[in-house]
């Protein structure tokens, strides 16, 4: 699945991809080019092991903002590494729910830029193994909405 959406001051690109060989690996690529502004959401759900990657990188000319999230299943353990310079007020914050019942794991990256808002949403219900991405950019007038369900048995994208 592939989604495209041209305009002059903002192209935005989804790039689902699902490995059908070995079922394994589930990779959703969100990339927004605006001028100085880029913006790139890289989830990462391994199959076999059920490990969770999120992985976010925000551009913006000196301001740079890295976000890597780690879950290791078997053992339940949660790396979350941010790195932020910052030369402006940009803020940048990350949510983490780990839910011990249903060891759900929830993360939510949020940055705030002025004008340009992300909202980045990852769901895995242990339970049925499905992922849920959810992506929502805020530029002034401009709202995209993005959601990625990926069903391990059906392997629906």
Do not use: C, N
Not at 77 to 96: A, F, G, I, R
Not at 116 to 123: A, F, G, K, S
């Amino acid at each position: 699945m592939h989604l495209e959406v041209g305009k002059e001051t903002q192209d935005t690109y989804m790039h689902p991809e699902v490995e059908k060989e070995t079922e394994d690996t589930t990779y959703m690529h969100l990339e927004v080019e605006k001028e100085t502004q880029d913006t790139y959401a890289h989830p990462e759900v391994e199959k076999e092991t059920q490990d969770t990657y999120m992985h976010l990188e925000v551009e913006k000319e000196t301001h740079d903002t890295y976000m890597h999230l780690e879950v290791e299943k078997e053992t339940q353990d949660t790396y979350m590494h941010p790195e932020v310079e910052k030369e402006t007020e940009d803020t940048t914050y990350m949510h983490l729910e780990v839910e011990k019942e249903t060891q759900d794991t929830y993360a939510h990256p949020e940055v705030e830029k002025e004008t340009h808002d992300t909202y980045m949403h990852l769901e895995v219900e242990k339970e049925t193994q499905d992922t849920y991405m959810h992506i929502e950019i805020k530029k002034e007038t401009h709202d995209t909405y993005m959601l990625l369900e990926v069903e391990k048995e059906t392997q629906d994208t």
